[in-house]
């Protein structure tokens, strides 16, 4: 076992630990404290915190983004009604398929998020929508979205 229990979350592709049992990227691990410090500088393990504080900051990235996006949306449309003189003539912005697939390691939250782009970009064709997307497991989300 790891210092006190301690749980790692997995980043190599697989694992074996000393049963032998496999485990795969995403998995949580309690390594034994003789490997904790050797696969923390192989980057084959990361404590959940490492995780949650990047996920907070890939999310803080996205939000700004988003804002970033919605106004400019807001700007053009504003130039739009000041050329064109009425809100008839503004054009709603196109609704643009998401620009790839997120990397299996991502957070669970790129992988909703993804799905739900995919749904409404394809007009329901493809993807989920966000309930049922959040509702489904990132295993589940992957090999949906395969």
Known sequence: MGPDGVEYILTAT???DVHGVRHRRGDVVTPPESEVERLLRAKAITTPEAIAVAEAAAEADREAQEAAAAQAVADRADEQLTSEGDL???VPPEVTPPTGKP???AP???WEDYAVA???ASGGKEGFPRADAEAMSKADLIEALQ
């Open 118 to 120: 995919l749904h409404e």
């Open 103 to 105: 990397r299996k390691v």
């Open 14 to 16: 697989s694992w074996r």
């Open 88 to 90: 008839n003539s503004a």
């Open 108 to 110: 669970v939250k790129e």
